[in-house]
């Protein structure tokens, strides 16, 4: 669901200028992910800091889950959505 929301809310940003701006401003806070999640939340975008930090988890979990037993060593890391986001917000 917060993968659709991300997908919804990068389409609107990149027609609304203002609503990419109020977005990019998010990161300059000393809290930019809840400050995110809030500026998303109010502007009528589902999601939370706990849905959005464990989409990465939920992904490498899914992986491990996939190959039937021979997957034993969690993955290192994990695609974080949120700086993945702003990668395509700033491209667009």
Excluded at 50 to 72: F, T
Excluded at 73 to 85: K, R
Aim: some cysteine.
């Amino acid at each position: 669901m917060t993968e659709q929301e991300l997908e919804r809310l990068l389409s609107d940003a990149k027609k609304d200028q203002n609503l990419k701006n109020r977005l990019l401003k998010t990161r300059e806070s000393q809290n930019p992910v809840e400050d995110f999640c809030t500026l998303c939340q109010k502007s009528g975008y589902d999601i939370t800091i706990g849905e959005l930090m464990a989409i990465g988890q939920n992904s490498s979990d899914e992986k491990l889950r996939s190959v039937n037993g021979g997957g034993v060593n969690p993955i290192d890391g994990w695609d974080d959505a949120y700086e993945q986001f702003f990668t395509a917000l700033l491209w667009t």
